[in-house]
């Protein structure tokens, strides 16, 4: 079992046990929100590729940053990704505890949609920092810490919206999911912040094949080659192994 299907079942778990109302609504505790802190807390981090963190300094960093969901330490052995179980859970209800007051009902087929899409949201968007570090490596491109961050949030956006049709998140009430998608996207902080520049394929593929190809990919486009853009954006999602995945 992945990192992020083992906090999706635990935090299901606590959805499970919430009482119910006469129309199968979910009847919310405020115990259940104490000492929570705003959705903003979580949407200012900094650059989440942390080279050279070992397993004794990570858990410490997660616990003194509350924005830091997530991260992704490059290979030099292989890649990590590390999810916050603490943060990512708090992030998940703070959202919940936000958005809810709009709604007369929120029922646990709600929760549970939002559940996948806030740890599949950080899951795919470190994700594509290991296909990037494994990309830049193959071709001997630079790495460029705010540029990534923008992309690896439009990807990570991408990602859900294409799985929204056939998942647990397309089941979600139409409203709630709307606003959630839109709050659990507003980030502050450099990088982040600029995921709109990237937010279609189109804009998505020209800035990803810039970033990831050598000199030399003008002068191919010159010569004639005309899909370098769908080249390069295929290779994403397509590396195996390489990758260790926690949760901590």
Not at 106 to 125: E, F, N
Not at 213 to 226: D, F, I, T
Request: one cysteine or more; glycine letters at 8%; charged letters at 25%.
């Amino acid at each position: 079992m992945s990192p992020a299907d083992q906090l999706i079942q635990e935090i299901t778990k606590e959805i499970a046990v919430l009482p119910t109302g006469r129309y199968g609504e979910v009847i919310f505790d405020e115990g259940l929100f104490r000492d929570l802190p705003a959705p903003d807390a979580f949407l200012a981090p900094e650059p989440d590729v942390r080279d050279g963190l070992d397993e004794e300094v990570l858990p410490r960093e997660m616990a003194e940053d509350p924005s830091f969901l997530g991260c992704y330490v490059p290979m030099h052995s292989p890649g990590r990704i590390i999810l916050s179980r603490r943060n990512l859970c708090g992030f998940y209800w703070s959202l919940v505890r936000a958005l809810r007051h709009g709604l007369r009902y929120l029922y646990p087929r709600d929760l549970d949609g939002a559940l996948h899409l806030v740890v599949r949201k950080t899951d795919h968007h470190e994700r594509f920092h290991f296909h990037s570090d494994v990309l830049r490596k193959l071709f001997g491109s630079p790495f460029d810490p705010i540029l990534e961050e923008a992309l690896a949030v439009a990807w990570s956006r991408m990602q859900l919206l294409g799985e929204h049709g056939n998942s647990k998140i397309g089941r979600m009430n139409r409203v709630f999911y709307n606003s959630l998608l839109d709050a659990a996207f507003a980030y502050r902080s450099p990088g982040y912040r600029d995921w709109p520049n990237y937010a279609d394929a189109p804009r998505f593929k020209d800035a990803w094949l810039r970033y990831l190809a050598s000199p030399n990919y003008q002068r191919l486009q010159a010569n004639g080659v005309a899909n370098l853009q769908d080249l390069t954006f295929g290779l994403l999602g397509q590396v195996e192994g390489g990758c260790v995945e926690q949760l901590v």
